[in-house]
């Protein structure tokens, strides 16, 4: 009777929940060499490392590995973007520069469907010292620049250097050693192909991703650590991120509603500026990831973390979505969490805990990580990206977890739904074995084309899913 009972709920929620999905839910059992999604839909790909760039330097060169971030700009009219590629690595090149990186990539809607159409060009971040391991950003149309974060902060020279396959130049730069001027936000001009200048006033730390409310002053900052503190750099003036102040976030208690900690803005401060926000009370998370808006809510994702032992948090305390989880002085939160911050009242509550579903058993949501959210037929959805910390406790299939595979999905969320758990997810696309899939995004105004990055899949794939690549999935609507 039990079993009767699972499966009628699993056939009403898949009724009930997800009939007005563009895509038929997806098996999970197996470990897939290739991109698997709905059979109805088809994907092509557009951009792939080792794919040729031209440089500043008026040479070719190939493409950097490690796809993370996708940024669509808006070209000349609706049938033509540039994507703006970041590169989450350290590797040494004399054509494209040392560290991290950042290609454009343009692209063009003909005969039905998104084609590379002109050359792709590589960002030179020269000017401001290098990059490492570009990850998340955005764009922000009204100043048409981009803001790049810097995920990693290397502790030495020698580990930017890695033996010569890193940054090959780690002298001083700007009164800070090479390795200090890592860690940071970059604005980057895409027309130009340079980047601008560092932000040091949004501090140092493992920056994820960045988001810049309408006001033009106000933005929020993710930090991929654990233990991570949520950020706010408020500028001093419209659009000009040089000069602002940069405060920490703490869950309100009844003695204290003030919810923000102004930081000190000492260079000494800003490249420690976690440990000094913990120092002075901030709340702390456990790898806060990626960022999206709708309305007056954004929509985090928190990968979460194996048994953390809260010694290293000074006077940090939990955020309050991890009390569930605290016993003994160590949290263990291993699936993650979407979490939902309002902008009005600066409430951060949990929207989604990762985990196994009640009534889908083979349904397990683990670690998110990328996001965006989409409008389809006056219905708002979150599109999440896993990026799965262990193959242990559940969170691969059983399969991938008897040969210790490495296997990320896609899900969907309806965020209509009052209360969701991991039931009301829906499994969209399932990554190359080894792979991450991040920077998924749509453009702006289309809701058909989808634009996800495959990262690091295994290179024993069959091509294309050997190498980091960028795709278009068309949802055929």
Request: charged share 20%.
């Amino acid at each position: 009777m039990k079993k009767i009972l699972i499966t009628f709920f699993s056939l009403f929620f898949s009724l009930q929940l997800f009939a007005q999905y563009p895509f038929n839910e997806i098996s999970n059992k197996s470990i897939p060499h290739k991109v698997l999604i709905d059979k109805k839909l088809s994907y092509k790909v557009l951009f792939r490392m080792d794919d040729s760039v031209w440089t500043n330097k008026d040479t070719w060169a190939k493409a950097k590995s490690s796809h993370d971030m996708i940024l669509a700009i808006p070209g000349q009219d609706s049938s033509s973007y540039s994507l703006a590629i970041s590169h989450e690595c350290n590797t040494a090149s004399k054509d494209l520069g040392d560290g991290g990186g950042m290609s454009i990539v343009p692209i063009k809607f003909s005969n039905n469907a998104w084609s590379v159409s002109d050359t792709i060009k590589n960002i030179d971040f020269s000017s401001v010292g290098g990059t490492y391991d570009n990850c998340s950003g955005t764009y922000i149309p009204n100043k048409k620049t981009i803001l790049t974060a810097e995920e990693g902060t290397p502790a030495t020279n020698a580990v930017l250097y890695k033996n010569g396959k890193g940054y090959t130049d780690t002298s001083d730069i700007n009164g800070l050693k090479r390795f200090q001027n890592t860690g940071w936000m970059v604005e980057v001009d895409p027309n130009a192909l340079t980047s601008l200048r560092k932000l040091y006033g949004m501090g140092r730390f493992v920056h994820e991703s960045a988001l810049v409310l309408e006001d033009g002053k106000t933005v929020f900052l993710t930090d991929d650590f654990a233990p991570s503190v949520f950020f706010k750099f408020v500028a001093k003036e419209k659009y000009n991120f040089e000069a602002g102040q940069l405060y920490a976030y703490k869950d309100a208690s009844q003695a204290d509603t003030s919810h923000w900690i102004a930081l000190p803005m000492a260079m000494d401060s800003l490249l420690d500026i976690r440990n000094v926000a913990l120092r002075m009370g901030a709340s702390y998370f456990l790898r806060m990831e990626w960022m999206t808006q709708v309305n007056e809510t954004i929509y985090i994702t928190a990968t979460g973390f194996d048994q953390f032992d809260t010694q290293v948090c000074f006077n940090g305390k939990p955020s309050n979505h991890l009390l569930p989880f605290l016993k003994d002085g160590i949290v263990d939160e291993p699936y993650g969490t979407v979490l939902a911050f309002n902008l009005k009242t600066n409430e951060m509550i949990t929207l989604l805990n990762g985990g196994q579903a009640m009534y889908d058993r083979h349904k397990h949501f683990s670690n998110p990580d990328a996001i965006t959210n989409i409008t389809l037929n006056g219905k708002t959805y979150l599109v999440i990206s896993e990026d799965i910390i262990a193959y242990t406790r559940g969170r691969v299939n059983t399969k991938a977890t008897k040969q210790a595979a490495f296997v990320n999905e896609i899900y969907w969320l309806d965020l209509s739904i009052l209360k969701p758990t991991v039931d009301d997810l829906k499994r969209f696309l399932i990554a190359p074995a080894g792979a991450e899939t991040t920077g998924g995004t749509f453009l702006q105004g289309d809701s058909r084309y989808y634009f996800v990055n495959i990262q690091h899949p295994d290179s024993a794939n069959p091509a294309p899913f050997n190498k980091s690549c960028t795709i278009v999935i068309d949802l055929k609507k």
